[in-house]
T-cell receptor, first 116, second 110 residues
Framework: GAVVSQHPSRVICKSGTSVKIECRSL??????MFWYRQFPKQSLMLMAT?????????EQGVEKDKFLINHASLTLSTLTVTSAHPEDSSFYIC????????????FGDGTRLSIL | DAKTTQPPSMDCAEGRAANLPCNHS???????VYWYRQIHSQGPQYIIH???NNETNEMASLIITEDRKSSTLILPHATLRDTAVYYC???????????FGTGTSLTVIP
């Protein structure tokens, strides 16, 4: 079945560092990918929609200059957390619907980001 | 997209059927009902989806009421590996953003 891969699965870094997270669709093309954030014991919260070849669309309250999204190809979207601080520590998850009509989204296994 | 309401937690004995309800009283005619589950520290896993008719696959059954205002996910023979948070989501056909509710934390008890 369709697989979405995220890398890295876990990252620990110092405050002020910028961190890049990759989301790849392994056996299908995705013109759109989604980025979610999940704090402990909470639900997934949609952050932004990543659009291949165009600007990302951000949900209300999500800082676009803080969370940079690039979707340069049909199989790769990246989320960069710029100048990360401890409050950015969270579980970041991407998802992608196969192109040609959405019936189900496929989710990556998430990236655990810890900012010291 | 319509909002969903689910009980925060449920227990189920191993081997018994787990019935997880979801209320989506404001669902519109072009919105599908999707069910996903999330095992701790993993990404959500697709289970099943439906529009109007009841659906069944190798993982579960989905029962949607005739007025489509609620649905029930049925895991016919729950195992310990079914312990997870289950999310019911409604999404329009042409749209694709998923807005997750709080979900139901299912614990399967030996």
């Amino acid at each position: 079945g369709a697989v979405v891969s995220q890398h890295p699965s876990r990252v620990i870094c110092k405050s002020g560092t910028s961190v890049k997270i990759e989301c790849r669709s392994l056996d299908f093309q995705a013109t759109t990918m989604f980025w979610y954030r999940q704090f402990p014991k909470q639900s997934l919260m949609l952050m932004a929609t990543s659009n291949e070849g165009s600007k990302a669309t951000y949900e209300q309250g999500v800082e676009k200059d803080k969370f940079l999204i690039n979707h340069a190809s049909l199989t790769l979207s990246t989320l960069t957390v710029t100048s990360a601080h401890p409050e950015d520590s969270s579980f970041y998850i991407c998802s992608a619907p196969p192109a040609g009509g959405l019936k189900s989204q496929h989710f990556g296994d998430g990236t655990r980001l810890s900012i010291l | 997209d319509a909002k969903t309401t689910q009980p925060p937690s449920m227990d189920c004995a191993e081997g018994r059927a787990a019935n997880l309800p979801c209320n989506h009283s404001t669902i519109s005619g072009n919105e599908y009902v999707y069910w996903y589950r999330q095992i701790h520290s993993q990404g959500p896993q697709y289970i099943i989806h439906g529009l109007k008719n009841n659906e069944t696959n190798e993982m579960a059954s989905l029962i949607i009421t005739e007025d489509r205002k609620s649905s029930t996910l049925i895991l016919p023979h729950a195992t310990l590996r079914d312990t997870a948070v289950y999310y019911c989501i409604v999404v329009i056909v042409s749209g694709n953003q998923f807005y997750f509710g709080t979900g139901t934390s299912l614990t399967v008890i030996p």
